[in-house]
């Protein structure tokens, strides 16, 4: 039933590390986003792909590099950790065109780096 | 210039007591859509309400309503009669662009109900 889900919700990791995060979304929306948040709640956007285009790609290290196979699925992989990318990264995903619609969120998965 | 700004970082408010939270925007489009999450402790973000850009009425959803003056770019969440549950952060954020696929987030508000 879940409309949203990312694995693994929690992620602890040592420096230097290479990782990814997946996301499924069930809605059969089209366009799937990554948001990074920080310690200070504040959002930012890093990639946004519609039907496995990317149409959104934020000031971002190239060490992370987004994966969408199908308009269903974006996955984050991120290279060469570093203790700033200790935050939670939300998946999010949305129709487009349609304003009147919200983006529905992931629970999160909250990333640790030692 | 930010596209959403909030200024109030912390907020507190009495329990049954109504509260603002305070949103504007910044936009040169037509059609937007501006939207309320609340995210509470434990994390996840909960979608509240959407107001259009061409709506003539406020929107509500049941305690919450949204304070739409469009010449003066703000959307502000009204919270009536406060429960210690809406304890949480709050972010405001805007849909825009050609095919609705940008959306901005302010910095959000961190509310505190006081019993």
């Known amino acids: 039933d879940t409309a949203v889900s990312q694995t693994p919700k929690y992620l602890v990791t040592q420096m230097g590390n290479d990782k990814s995060i997946k996301c499924e979304q069930n809605?059969?929306?089209?366009?799937m986003y990554w948001y990074k948040q920080d310690s200070k709640k504040f959002l930012k956007i890093m990639f946004s792909?519609?039907?496995?285009?990317?149409?959104i790609n934020e000031t971002v290290p190239n060490r992370f590099s987004p994966k969408s196979p199908d308009k269903a699925h974006l996955n984050l992989h991120i290279n060469s950790l570093e203790l700033g990318d200790s935050a939670v990264y939300f998946c999010?995903?949305?129709?487009?065109?349609?304003?009147?619609?919200?983006?529905?969120f992931g629970p999160g998965t909250r990333l640790l780096v030692l | 210039a930010q596209k959403i700004t909030q200024t109030q970082p912390g907020m507190f408010v009495q329990e049954k007591e109504a509260v603002t939270l305070d949103c504007t925007y910044d936009?040169?489009?037509?059609?937007?859509?501006l939207f309320w999450y609340k995210q509470p402790s434990s994390g996840e973000m909960i979608f509240l309400i959407y107001?259009?850009?061409?709506?003539?009425q406020n929107a509500t959803e049941g305690r919450y309503s949204l304070n739409f003056q469009k010449a003066r770019k703000s959307a502000n969440l009204v919270i009536s009669a406060s429960q210690l549950g809406d304890s949480a952060m709050y972010f405001c954020?805007?849909?825009?662009?050609?095919?609705?696929?940008?959306?901005?987030f302010g910095t959000g508000t961190s509310l505190t109900v006081i019993p």
């Open positions: 809605l059969g929306h089209d366009t």
């Open positions: 792909y519609n039907n496995k285009e990317l149409i």
């Open positions: 107001q259009g850009s061409y709506d003539q």
């Open positions: 999010a995903s949305s129709l487009q065109g349609v304003y009147q619609e919200t983006q529905y």
């Open positions: 936009t040169s489009d037509p059609s937007y859509g």
């Open positions: 954020a805007m849909r825009e662009g050609p095919s609705g696929n940008q959306f901005y």
